[in-house]
Nanobody, 117 residues
Framework: QVQLAESGGGLVQPGGSLRLSCAAS????????MGWYRQAPGKQRELVAV???????SYADSVKGRFTISRDNVKNMVYLQMNSLKPEDTAVYYC???????????WGQGTQVTVSS
């Protein structure tokens, strides 16, 4: 069982930056692929970025070059650094933990990011 808690969301002007954090419980955090997803009003939840247990990263085309995902396996944390934010980045951002060996999926409660002037 993994519990996830996101923080760091808020209101930011276009072009600004935010850093989202996700704190995870569980001794086997390092085996999980960790991801950030987002869901805007009236839209489906979409993958933003993922980092595997081995540290490989991938990003949605819409955020490449602007967002960076990272993880700290000692602190059981995953981060999403978001730069050059655009109004279309406005959404609730969710942290996800996925264990490939079993297919387990866990979600945080989400944190709101609003990009507006």
């Amino acid at each position: 069982q993994v519990q996830l808690a996101e923080s760091g969301g808020g209101l930011v002007q276009p072009g600004g930056s935010l850093r989202l954090s996700c704190a995870a419980s569980g001794r086997i955090f390092r085996f999980y692929a960790m991801g950030w997803y987002r869901q805007a009003p009236g839209k489906q939840r979409e993958l933003v970025a993922v980092i595997t247990s081995g540290g490989s990263m991938s990003y949605a085309d819409s955020v490449k070059g602007r967002f960076t995902i990272s993880r700290d396996n000692v602190k059981n944390m995953v981060y999403l650094q978001m730069n050059s934010l655009k109004p279309e980045d406005t959404a609730v951002y969710y942290c996800n933990a996925h264990l490939p060996a079993t297919g387990e999926d866990y979600w945080g409660q989400g944190t709101q990011v609003t990009v507006s002037s």
